[in-house]
């Protein structure tokens, strides 16, 4: 009997998930979770412990099949997603030879202010496609070859994150190209490592380091002996390429053409379309390559998204959110219902520059329009709106590289908010959907799993067994005055260079 059962981990910022498709079913029937710790060894410094983290997707391997009762010899396939960019260096088995660093790195930011100062970066620009910044391999690479040279010495394999997970489970070393293509390590056009780069970065002499590319519905080897024994699988599953996080929440979202663009709502603010033209301009965020051969992924991005609110939550309003969780009640409905009075008339504006902005990655938060008569409510009903005025910022500099379309599909935590989904429409002044599923990100890596098996002959079908629109809001034009409004004080805010930090 044909195998229907497909097995999908996603390694986030915070968190390891795993996750089983039921092809039968169009569905995902069962998903597991484990917190994974930061380490913060310095400032500026974020790092994963990756013995801690296989030990993680191992034991939600384990419980997502003790959950469904499946047998590990049912899955029929495997892919994994992950954070981009960042660093995970391995020796020739696949054991660490340094912390995986975590793209939110700072250490190596003046690497990537020199490379842009002395031009290295617009020489590479044609070839890449992409913006430089400090959480980037490149960058990475040089500060470990200037301050810890030992590291590359003893490093066999240079990886990203779910590339290194793969070579874990089935002892075979590859780099996919969504996640390459993101990395500022590939030529763009020819989908391949290229001398000329390194030789920029200053870096040939790590081309050996570097495994073979594969596509994301290349079969990329099988599940070991070892892993299967470790994680409940059985050994012989084939592990196919999977995709770059963001890549996999478009496709997830039923992007496959140019009539959606998609927006992850989540601790970064990431809005994006495709494109079969590629977009070489200095100011973009990113253009990768997609997972649909010949198509590119046009990327503006920046950590100004839900992490505001969580900053929030956290600081201003822990209290609050300590006494909701010990009642058992949702800190986020509470505060919604709360600032449901308040009413989009407020005057109050937020610009969400808590971790960087989206203009030249230094900046400060601030309210704007603040009085004495406002409150809290007045406050978090601004980081609300900010967050979406901040994905419309992005969204009006993707305008100006090409063709957006009408209709955004949202994905993240702001997704499931039905008042933030409906700010979202109300300040981007557009439809917003959303589609059915939790595991986006899993689901859309799963797709490359279906292709590459053959049980979708192409991301079109996969999209159409699996993909199922949930809500639609449209605009509400009686708003359309008021957010004009603000998003105008908002944006004199961002480009007159006050909030610099």
Request: proline share 4%.
């Amino acid at each position: 009997m044909e195998k229907r059962y497909y097995l999908g981990l996603d390694n986030g910022g915070t968190m390891t998930k795993a996750a089983i498709l039921d092809m039968a079913e169009g569905a995902i029937i069962a998903s597991a979770g484990q917190k994974t710790a930061m380490i913060i060894p310095a400032p500026g410094r974020t790092e994963k412990d990756l013995e801690a983290l296989w030990r993680a997707n191992l034991d939600m391997i384990r419980k997502v099949l003790a959950d469904t009762g499946i047998a590990g010899d049912a899955i029929a396939g495997i892919a994994l997603t992950g954070t981009g960019n960042g660093l995970y260096l391995a020796d020739a088995d696949g054991h660490p030879t340094y912390n995986g660093i975590v793209s939110t790195d700072t250490r190596a930011d003046t690497y990537a202010a020199e490379c842009r100062k002395s031009g290295r970066h617009n020489k590479n620009l044609p070839k890449t496609m992409k913006s430089i910044w400090g959480g980037q391999p490149p960058m990475l690479l040089q500060w470990l070859r200037d301050n810890e040279p030992d590291v590359l010495r003893r490093t066999r394999h240079i990886f990203l994150l779910k590339d290194l997970l793969r070579f874990r489970l089935t002892g075979e070393a590859f780099l996919e190209k969504t996640e390459m293509s993101g990395a500022h390590l590939l030529n763009q056009e020819t989908g391949l490592p290229d001398e000329d780069i390194l030789r920029n970065f200053d870096l040939l002499d790590i081309v050996d380091k570097l495994p073979p590319l594969r596509d994301s519905s290349d079969c990329c080897g099988h599940v070991t002996p070892t892993a299967a024994a470790a994680s409940g699988l059985a050994a012989g599953i084939p592990v196919f390429g999977g995709t770059m996080d963001i890549t996999a929440c478009a496709i997830a979202s039923g992007v496959v053409d140019q009539s959606l663009d998609s927006a992850i709502g989540g601790t970064w603010s990431i809005n994006q379309y495709i494109s079969r033209t590629p977009v070489i301009e200095p100011e973009l965020f990113m253009d990768s390559l997609y997972c649909m051969p010949g198509w590119h992924l046009i990327s503006d991005a920046s950590p100004t998204g839900a992490g505001n609110l969580e900053w929030f939550l956290g600081g201003l309003l822990a209290d609050q959110a300590r006494q909701c969780a010990e009642t058992g009640r949702s800190i986020y409905e509470y505060r919604e219902a709360r600032i449901a009075a308040t009413g989009p008339e407020s005057p109050v504006v937020f610009v969400p520059f808590i971790f960087s902005n989206h203009t030249n990655g230094t900046g400060s938060a601030a309210f704007l329009g603040l009085r004495a008569v406002h409150g809290l409510d007045h406050m978090i009903r601004a980081v609300y709106e900010g967050v979406c005025f901040s994905h419309r910022y992005h969204f009006e500099r993707l305008r100006r590289f090409g063709d957006v379309a009408e209709t955004i599909r949202l994905t993240g935590g702001a997704a499931k908010s039905a008042m933030w989904l409906q700010m979202f429409a109300d300040i981007l002044g557009r439809p917003v959907e959303t589609v059915h599923g939790d595991e986006l990100g899993i689901m859309g890596t799963l797709m490359t799993a279906l292709v590459g098996s053959g049980a979708c002959r192409d991301y079109g079908e996969a999209v159409g067994r699996l993909v199922r629109v949930k809500e639609r809001v449209e605009p509400n034009p009686a708003l359309k005055e008021i957010y004009e409004a603000k998003y105008a004080l908002y944006k004199d805010a961002v480009e007159s260079g006050l909030l610099r930090a």
